[in-house]
């Protein structure tokens, strides 16, 4: 039974549609076939495994995604889910040119009266990222409404560039009587991508080093303030970026790999014993760094690759390019090594 009238495929009657057919598909013995889908670990790795419970780094204040990204993949199959309400959408036109792995956009529909968390699926090339202008008329059906609430949430709140989807499965030959399925992906952020990449690196003088020394095996962090004015100019690390703080010596210079942890006064003030001290006006923000390996000491010409960089400023330079960074996390690899 299909709903009749102006339904666009994802209210209760067809999310009901949907529970029949899996009913009627139990007691014909096929219990392999799931409509929805959820896909929570695509690894057999146990470190990879309890990875994925976590959170994706991204947007300061923005809501975690659901996984972490495993660090070598750009993305992770999220979810597996039928596109409801595709026979209410004139897809005869189009249903034979369709093909598995067609790629697909979910356009987030705020003013569905059916459902206040709508998300249409329209092709990739009939969307231009816009859905205050995009014309609903031409969508192949909707995410179903039980396997909305997440997506929509994240969508609201301007992570919808994270998520994927193309199509899975096509069953059937009428549009009316077949199905669509789609694989929803989470995509790693390229800004994060970069921060886990690429480093930065930050010069010390002696009596600054000192400090830092004395704050980070003391405390376990350290604490700096960066930016100045004007602030639309300055490009400064993100959380999770990666800093490698340097002490020069006459001869050799000390080096520490560290991990941005907070970049904002709300979560540095989880760090500093007097919150007070985060509010100064001095267009700086604060930075709450944590030690991932160090000291190393190397002789000042294992160095050289960093001359042609001008990295004796107040605030960390970087990102750096590709290859200076893959040396820098060669000498520290050399260290663990050795």
Same mark, same amino acid.
Not at 43 to 52: H, Q, S
Not at 264 to 282: K, Q, S, Y
């Given at each position: 039974m299909y709903p009749q009238g102006d339904c666009s495929g994802t209210c209760p009657q067809c999310d009901e549609e949907l529970r029949n057919l899996q009913s009627q598909l139990d007691k014909k013995g096929v219990k392999d076939v799931d409509l929805h889908v959820e896909i929570s670990c695509l690894?057999?790795?146990?470190?990879?495994?309890?990875?994925?419970q976590g959170d994706v780094g991204g947007l300061e204040g923005m809501p975690s995604l659901p996984y972490a990204m495993p660090e070598n993949h750009d993305r992770i199959l999220y979810k597996q889910c039928r596109i409801a309400g595709t026979a209410f959408h004139n897809l005869e036109d189009i249903w034979d040119e369709l093909y598995e792995g067609t790629k697909l956009a979910l356009v987030r529909q705020k003013g569905n009266k059916h459902d206040k968390r709508a998300i249409a699926v329209a092709l990739a090339s009939d969307y231009d990222g816009d859905p205050d202008e995009f014309d609903f008329d031409f969508i192949l059906g909707y995410v179903p409404r039980s396997e909305n609430e997440q997506l929509a949430a994240m969508m609201d709140m301007g992570r919808g560039e994270a998520f994927e989807c193309e199509l899975s499965r096509i069953e059937g030959h009428d549009p009316r009587k077949g199905s669509l399925f789609m694989d929803i992906y989470i995509v790693k952020n390229k800004a994060v991508a970069d921060a886990e990449r690429l480093f930065w690196v930050y010069e010390l003088g002696d009596e600054e080093y000192g400090q830092f020394v004395d704050e980070l095996f003391g405390k376990g962090f350290a604490y700096f303030r960066w930016g100045g004015y004007p602030v639309w100019e300055r490009?400064?690390?993100?959380? $999770?970026?990666?800093?490698?703080?340097?002490?020069?010596?006459?001869?050799? *210079?000390?080096?520490?790999?560290? !991990?941005?942890?907070?970049?904002? &006064?709300? !979560?540095?003030?989880?760090?500093?014993?007097?919150?007070?001290?985060?509010?100064? &006006?001095?267009?700086?923000?604060?930075?709450i760094l944590t030690q991932v390996s160090g000291p190393l000491v190397v002789q000042l010409p294992e160095l050289g690759f960093l001359d042609a960089f001008d990295t004796r400023k107040d605030?960390?330079?970087?990102?750096?390019?590709? *290859?200076?960074?893959? $040396?820098?996390?060669?000498?520290?690899?050399?260290?663990?090594e050795g």
């Open positions: 690894t057999d790795n146990p470190g990879e495994k309890d990875a994925l490009v400064l690390p993100k959380r $999770k970026s990666k800093v490698v703080v340097v002490n020069r010596g006459r001869e050799d *210079a000390r080096l520490h790999l560290m !991990r941005v942890m907070a970049t904002t &006064i709300e !979560r540095a003030g989880c760090f500093v014993e007097n919150p007070d001290e985060l509010f100064l &006006i001095d267009d700086c923000s604060p930075f605030n960390p330079f970087g990102p750096l390019p590709e *290859a200076v960074s893959g $040396k820098l996390l060669g000498l520290f690899r050399n260290m663990q």
